[in-house]
């Protein structure tokens, strides 16, 4: 997995419905950390966009980059369905 990759799967586990977000360490911040590139070491970076607080590439549990997101995408698609039909079906009893 080259860190374009990882970046993106980074992006997609902090975007997921499903899971809880990486988030910063520091504290009581706990702000959602934002993926980038140590153009440097060429490591991957997570950073706070609220207090600058850095945490390494070794801090990213290894499911983040093994997550199934189609599958989860395809649970979340189908339970976004069927609150559709159940609203519709409410809104249908109550006329
Ligand atoms: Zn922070």
């Known amino acids: 997995m080259n860190n374009q990759e990882k970046i993106e799967a980074i992006n997609k586990w ?3 419905n499903f899971v809880h977000p990486l988030t910063c360490g ?3 911040c706990e ?3 934002e993926p980038i590139e140590n153009a440097i070491t060429g490591e991957i970076l997570l950073i706070c966009p609220k207090c600058n ?4 590439e070794i801090s990213i549990p290894s499911v ?3 997550f199934n997101y189609e599958q989860f995408n395809k649970i979340e698609a189908w339970i976004d369905n069927i609150s559709t039909q159940v609203d519709e079906n409410t809104n249908r009893d109550n006329q």
């Open 14 to 16: 902090q975007s997921c």
């Open 26 to 28: 520091k504290d009581n």
């Open 31 to 33: 702000e959602k950390l």
């Open 53 to 56: 607080y850095e945490q390494g």
């Open 64 to 66: 983040v980059f093994h």
